[in-house]
């Protein structure tokens, strides 16, 4: 319970660094003297995409494409299963640059991630049966737990789950964490 309370703050902190970056970079966009529309600031900041990002889903969206890519993949010092990201969502009106973590463990595969009003830590049946409300999921997963396979489709990684020690009859299921989020 201590180590999710502490990984939890990590996270939060973590959250706050992107914000604050995102901001600054913003910031350093606009000129005095000048205004820069929204979609202009946008247009920027996807034409710096990192250079190490991983394309995990490129589809055609409202108004243009939607494209959710990982990159900055790090192994938790303390604990091997536990892998720190950042997700880039960008859509053709927004960007949103976010800060997850999945543990890698065969007993206990997860995802955890955020938004405005919670936490959701969702555990995973990597192998097990992809549907389009546990894709992405499962994309994320793959790509920061087995980096090679970063943006292979899951539905046909069951045999690759078998070999590394998972079981691929976990039951799926959300937990929710519901407070104050920042």
């Known amino acids: 319970m201590v180590e999710s309370s502490v990984a939890l703050s990590r996270m939060r902190r973590s959250f706050r660094i992107v914000g604050l970056s995102l901001t600054a970079l913003f910031l350093l966009c606009l000129r005095p003297s000048e205004a820069i529309e929204p979609q202009e600031v ?23 494409d939607y494209l959710l890519g990982m990159y900055a993949l790090k192994t938790d010092k303390f604990d091997q299963d536990l892998r720190r990201f950042k997700l880039w969502q960008e859509w053709s009106y927004d960007l949103n640059v976010h800060t997850e973590s ?20 969702r555990r995973l049946n990597p192998g097990g049966i992809v549907n389009p409300a546990n894709r992405e999921d499962h994309l994320v997963w793959w790509a920061a ?24 009859v976990l039951v799926e299921s959300q937990e929710v964490l519901v407070g104050p989020v920042r």
């Open 145 to 168: 737990c087995v980096p090679e396979l970063g943006g292979t489709d899951p539905t046909n990684l069951k045999d690759k789950a078998l070999s590394l020690g998972y079981s691929t």
């Open 102 to 121: 999945v543990s890698c463990s065969p007993e206990e595969p997860l995802r955890i991630t955020r938004d405005s009003r919670a936490v959701y830590v």
């Open 42 to 64: 946008i247009e920027q900041m996807k034409k710096s995409r990192p250079a190490n990002l991983v394309v995990l889903i490129k589809r055609p969206d409202v108004g243009g």
